[in-house]
Nanobody
Framework: QVQLVESGGGMVQAGGSLRLSCVASAQTFGTDTMGWFRQAPGKEREFVAAIRRNSDSPYYATSVSGRVSIGRDRAKNTVYLNMYRPKPEGTAVYYC?????????????????WGQGTQVTVSS
């Protein structure tokens, strides 16, 4: 079973920067498409970014395009989400997810495994 553990959350000022990390179980990480989602208080979970298996090509939600970047370090079994100039509306629990698809990356049902999430609070 794939296990995902997020870290790096905390409080950040709007206009600052933050890096989230997600460490995955070694046995499946290399073939997984990895995604980041977030859920703000009182709202549904929404897609943020994904990196496709094999090609490592990124895919971003329009709402965050230009403010985040996703990358992975296969040697460390880790995927990152770099956040640039976040806005207060970016305050949410951020979740890492793993799946096997190259399409439908915005759909949380495309992912089979989820981490517990890490809280990010953006102060104005």
């Amino acid at each position: 079973q794939v296990q995902l553990v997020e870290s790096g959350g905390g409080m950040v000022q709007a206009g600052g920067s933050l890096r989230l990390s997600c460490v995955a179980s070694a046995q499946t990480f290399g073939t997984d498409t990895m995604g980041w989602f977030r859920q703000a208080p009182g709202k549904e979970r929404e897609f943020v970014a994904a990196i496709r298996r094999n090609s490592d090509s990124p895919y971003y939600a329009t709402s965050v395009s230009g403010r985040v970047s996703i990358g992975r370090d296969r040697a460390k079994n880790t995927v990152y989400l770099n956040m640039y100039r976040p806005k207060p509306e970016g305050t949410a629990v951020y979740y890492c997810a793993a799946g096997y698809r190259d399409i439908g990356l915005q759909d949380e049902h495309s992912y089979s495994y989820w981490g517990q999430g890490t809280q990010v609070t953006v102060s104005s």
